[in-house]
C-alpha cells in the first residue's frame, strides 16, 4: 500500500493485519499492566502485532459525575510503565494542542478523539510531536471528508498517520458501520476498524439522570469478522477482564476472556481473503 509505515517492527498498512487494545480507561496502574501483560501474550502467541491503548483522562464523559481516569501526569507516568515493562507500543488519547508535546514524550502514537477529529491546532500539534497519529472518524463526518483531516496532518511534515472508523450518528442513541467507508479511506490512508465502539449506543442506558452509555457486544465478532473481510489493516478493541465493573464503556467492551477466540477468527478471515485476493477497483 502506498500508505504504508513502520511503527517500531509493525508495519501500518503494509499487509500484516495487527491489534490496538486495552481497557478504555486506566483504572488504575495494576489494572492497566495487567491487561497489557494478558491481550499481549494472546497477541504474542498468535503472532499478531500488538499496540497497547488506554486513556489517561476521558474528557468527552456525558456526565461530571463520570469516571474520566488518573490525569496526565499519573497517566503518563503509568502509560511509560507499560512501555517499559511490557515492551509494546503504546497509544493514548490527547484532547488540547497544550498537551501533545508532553504526551508524545512517552506515547507512541497520539490518536485523536472522533469530537476532535477536525480541529486543526490539535492535527497540527500532534503532527508537529513526529509521533504516530490515529485519527478517529467522527460519527459526523463522511468518509471521504477524512481526507481534509489526513492532510492537515500530512501538510504539517508528518506521513505517519492511520484512520480509525467507528459507525456514524443513526438517530438518537445508536451507531452504524457502513462497510464502504472501509475501502474508501483506504484510499488516502491505512485503515483501522473500532470493533467496540461502532457497537455503543451512547447515552442509550440512561436510567434517569446516569447518563451511561448502552452497547452491544454480542455484534463485536461478526462486525470485526466483516471489517477484516473488507481489507482493513488493523482492528482496534477495547478489553475488559470485567466489563460490568469497568469505569467506562463496559457495556461495549470484549470480555477479556473472549479475545483469542474473537483473534483466532480474525487471522483465519484475513488469511483466506489475502490467498484468495481478487482485484480491487479504484474507489472515486
Not at 507516568?77 to 497509544?91: E, G, S
Not at 478523539?113 to 500539534?125: E, G, I, K, S
Request: glycine content about 8%.
Amino acid at each position: 500500500m502506498k500508505h504504508s509505515f513502520k511503527l517500531g517492527n509493525i508495519e501500518i498498512g503494509g499487509g500484516q493485519l495487527f491489534l490496538i487494545a486495552g481497557p478504555c480507561v486506566i483504572e488504575s496502574e495494576a489494572h492497566a499492566i495487567k491487561m497489557a501483560e494478558c491481550i499481549g501474550g494472546v497477541a504474542k502467541a498468535l503472532k499478531l502485532p500488538y499496540i497497547f491503548k488506554a486513556s489517561y483522562d476521558k474528557a468527552n464523559r456525558t456526565s461530571l459525575k463520570s469516571f474520566r481516569g488518573p490525569g496526565v501526569s499519573e497517566g503518563l507516568r503509568i502509560l511509560r510503565k507499560i512501555a517499559d515493562t511490557v515492551h509494546v507500543p503504546v497509544l493514548t488519547d490527547v484532547h488540547e494542542a497544550v498537551d501533545v508535546q508532553r504526551v508524545a514524550e512517552v506515547v507512541d502514537v497520539l490518536q485523536i478523539p472522533a469530537f476532535l477529529c477536525r480541529q486543526t491546532d490539535l492535527l497540527v500539534a500532534a503532527a508537529k510531536s513526529g509521533r504516530t497519529i490515529n485519527i478517529k472518524k467522527g460519527q459526523f463526518v463522511s468518509p471521504w471528508d477524512m481526507r481534509h483531516a489526513v492532510a492537515k496532518v500530512r501538510d504539517a511534515g508528518n506521513n505517519k498517520v492511520f484512520l480509525t472508523e467507528r459507525g456514524a450518528s443513526f438517530g438518537y442513541n445508536n451507531l452504524v458501520v457502513d462497510m464502504r467507508s472501509l475501502p474508501i479511506m483506504r484510499e488516502f490512508a491505512p485503515v483501522v476498524f473500532d470493533a467496540t465502539h461502532s457497537v455503543q449506543m451512547p447515552s442509550a442506558a440512561n436510567a434517569e439522570g446516569t447518563a451511561v452509555s448502552g452497547g452491544q457486544p454480542e455484534f463485536i465478532p461478526l462486525l470485526s469478522r466483516a471489517a477484516v473481510a473488507a481489507g482493513v489493516d488493523g482492528i482496534f478493541m477495547e478489553v475488559h477482564d470485567n466489563p460490568a465493573q469497568a469505569k467506562s464503556d463496559g457495556a461495549n467492551a470484549l470480555d477479556l476472556k473472549l479475545l483469542r477466540g474473537v483473534l483466532t477468527q480474525l487471522l483465519a478471515v484475513d488469511k483466506a481473503v489475502r490467498e484468495q485476493k481478487v482485484p480491487e477497483e479504484t474507489i472515486n
